[in-house]
């Protein structure tokens, strides 16, 4: 196994202490059984309970900008808005996504045998889908610890399927920085990104095959 590291962005629901505490289990949980391989960005970390406003949603979109893959939390009966908001960023930016649903209902418009959610959110290339029964997976465990070991396992042998998918379009590093360029233009956020930093970021991406 390669040693090369990666960060994900955990995106989902973040406004219950259900969701806080889940979000924290889970992300430290992939990191140690991925052995460091794979260390999570919370949104959670980076927002305000009070004050929300457009730098929160620039922050948010540049730890999610800045990662290597996002991981998107479809769980509940209606979507996250703004988890579908950030799904739909990674995949104008190609950034490799897994999209992870552990609720076992059903809550989509898809043929049987298709994706529990939207199809509109369905088949779009580099991304991986993973749906588990949280509540079968639970009583199965045996313990709270065993429980999120087998979710970060599951979730770390999609990530690594994710890191080896070429991207969608074959460009150069300079072609890769003029189009994040353009799409930070695209989304209101041509002055959040320092050009240096900019640059940095999509040379890193581009060396490991990410762009």
């Not at 889940?22 to 391989?37: D, K």
């Amino acid at each position: 196994m390669s040693t090369e590291t990666y960060s994900f962005y955990l995106a989902g629901e973040l406004f219950s202490y259900k969701s806080l505490i889940g979000n924290q289990m889970l992300s430290e949980a992939i990191l140690e059984r991925s052995g460091g391989r794979f260390k999570a960005v919370l949104p959670q970390s980076i927002e305000l309970p009070s004050n929300r406003s457009r730098d929160i949603r620039n922050a948010d979109y540049a730890a999610l900008i800045s990662c290597d893959l996002l991981v998107a939390q479809f769980d509940g009966a209606e979507l996250d808005a703004g988890t579908v908001a950030e799904f739909m960023v990674a995949k104008q930016l190609d950034i490799p996504t897994l999209v992870f649903r552990s609720d076992f209902r059903k809550s989509g418009d898809q043929d049987e045998g298709g994706d529990a959610w939207n199809l509109m959110l369905s088949h779009f290339p580099r991304v991986e889908s993973l749906a588990l029964n949280a509540m079968a997976l639970y009583q199965a465990s045996g313990s709270i610890q065993s429980y999120l070991a087998e979710l970060a396992d599951h979730i770390i042998e999609k990530l690594e399927s994710l890191v080896n998918v070429l991207p969608v379009v074959k460009q150069s590093a300079d072609e890769a920085f003029k189009y994040y360029v353009q799409s930070l233009l695209r989304l209101g956020m041509s002055s959040h990104f320092p050009i240096d930093q900019l640059k940095t970021m999509v040379i890193s991406k581009s060396i490991r095959g990410l762009l």
